[in-house]
């Protein structure tokens, strides 16, 4: 199985600690996300902080397709993560753009 350029770069934030998992560590988080990325299938209660942190931050905010965050990750439990690293942040948002499965948030209905 090959991995997409997203996998990998989520991979390389893991291994140098620049990922914060779960809406309640993203609400305690200060400063320094560079980007918020949130599963399909995330609950409105979980979703409603995630896009103020989003606010907050002035950071893009990718919306995966339903299940397709904990698979990048392999972790199926996650449904919002931040990076904080402002490189590979950057490299996940070009990908992003060729890839249809994700989509960002702009407001309203998504």
């Keep these: 199985m090959e991995k997409n350029k997203i996998e990998t770069y989520l991979g390389f934030c893991i291994r140098a600690g620049k990922i914060i998992f779960g809406v309640e560590m993203i609400e305690r ?3 320094g996300v560079k980007l918020l990325m949130a599963d399909g299938a995330i609950g409105k209660n ?3 902080p995630t896009v103020q942190a989003h606010e907050k931050f002035g950071c893009p905010l990718l919306i995966t397709a339903e299940g397709q965050l904990g698979a990048l990750l392999h972790r199926p439990a996650v449904k919002a993560i931040a990076i904080t690293d402002e490189h590979l942040a950057a490299a996940i948002v070009a990908e992003a753009k060729n890839q249809p499965q994700l989509t960002f948030y702009s407001g309203g209905n998504n």
């Design 29 to 31: 988080q200060k400063k």
């Design 46 to 48: 979980s979703f409603k």
